[in-house]
């Protein structure tokens, strides 16, 4: 996060107040999210019933840190393709709106908005608070399991300023960590359902289905696991370099001719990843065999075969927001337990991450 807040100050001529801003945003947020585990849990009662919230969370504090991201992200001026999606809902329901190359998904929800006669400032501001709407619904639905402080910190570090730009990769992507939760839960079908909504958002997403095979078949085989991801990985390579040669998707082809990169080893790449790669030797010493120990590994190593192949074709490092689950969701859930069984070090590791995370 301080890399992107640093690089938009110096180059776009970010005043003070605007950085200012952003971080009492993020603050603000994320002190009302732990708050919201620490607090009272509001019980609401009338005559008949008494309404207890499912988690032992305060929703009203949450709802705040909600709020307050929604409202930043919904009434922005800010963003540089926000323009081009104004002129997509604006011409969504016209003989031009093939021309823009949009997945169908995206397009038939504008299409929707525009019918009802609703403006395009409106149209952004519903895909910023579907987009967030999804992500704490996720965060929620493992509130007893996971610091939901450290959870939204992730959220503001990860997704929320980077989507104010690749705002509909962002709201597929959104669509699918709320969608997470079936595959953990090994329900393929409905994750499935929520992966095809996705890929009609943006066809990007289709990158994820081999991730998602790959935690079934880890949970199934760890040997089939390392042995077909160890191919996979080396047939990734030998294929990335006839892409840009070949037409995909009209709109893509510009991507894939202009972003081959140099290539190279990508020890970046490798260096990010190997706390990552300690967490999971280390939880895997402290915790029990679980689902979520099985996807913080392949998550791992699929994140950054992705990553690699990115110093091929620039293009692929955008599709890093799909492993955003990663930050959000697994991570946390994993500090949790660790915090729970009072392991050595447990804060240290926490206090860790969240100087990875802004670090990120």
């Known amino acids: 996060m301080f890399g992107f807040i640093a690089k938009h100050y110096t180059e776009s001529n970010w005043s003070d107040a605007t950085l200012l801003l952003y971080f009492i945003i993020v603050t603000v947020a994320c002190i009302c999210s732990r708050m919201s585990q620490r607090g009272k849990v509001v019980v609401f009662t009338t005559t008949y019933h008494v309404y207890r919230p499912k988690n032992r969370v305060n929703y009203i504090v949450i709802a705040i840190s909600f709020l307050i991201l929604v409202f930043f992200s919904a009434f922005r001026d800010v963003g540089v393709d926000v323009p081009m999606y104004k002129s997509i809902f604006l011409d969504s329901t016209s003989r031009y709106a093939d021309t823009y190359g949009i997945e169908p998904g995206f397009l038939i929800l504008n299409k929707v908005l525009r019918i009802f006669g609703v403006s395009a400032d409106f149209a952004i501001a519903f895909f910023s608070v579907a987009t967030l709407w999804f992500i704490f619904k996720s965060i929620l639905h493992y509130a007893d399991q996971l610091n939901i402080g450290i959870s939204v910190l992730a959220v503001c570090c990860l997704y929320y300023f980077p989507s104010f730009n690749m705002m509909r990769m962002y709201f597929a992507a959104s669509i699918m960590l709320y969608g997470f939760r079936w595959l953990l839960e090994d329900n393929l079908r409905k994750y499935l359902c929520y992966f095809f909504i996705a890929s009609l958002i943006h066809y990007s997403a289709v990158i994820f289905l081999p991730v998602a095979m790959g935690i079934l078949m880890f949970q199934y085989s760890e040997k089939i696991f390392f042995l077909l991801f160890s191919l996979g990985g080396i047939l990734s390579f030998k294929v ?8 995909i998707i009209a709109r893509y082809d510009h991507y894939l001719a202009d972003g081959v990169a140099d290539g190279g080893l990508g020890i ?93």
């Not at 990335?240 to 070949?246: G, T």
């Not at 280390?282 to 099985?294: E, G, I, Q, R, T």
């Not at 500090?335 to 670090?359: D, G």
């Open 240 to 247: 990335v370099s006839y892409l840009s040669s070949i037409s």
């Open 268 to 360: 970046m790449h490798w260096v990010i990843n190997i706390p990552l790669f300690a967490l999971y030797l280390y939880a895997s010493k402290k915790l029990n065999k679980s689902v979520y120990l099985s996807a913080l590994l392949v998550l791992t190593l699929f994140e950054l075969l992705i990553g690699l192949l990115s110093y091929q074709i620039v293009i692929f490092g955008r599709s890093l927001v799909y492993f955003n689950v990663l930050f959000v969701i697994i991570i946390p859930i994993l500090l949790k337990r660790l915090s729970k069984m009072r392991v050595s070090y447990h804060k240290m590791i926490s206090s860790c991450y969240v100087l990875y995370l802004c670090n990120g």
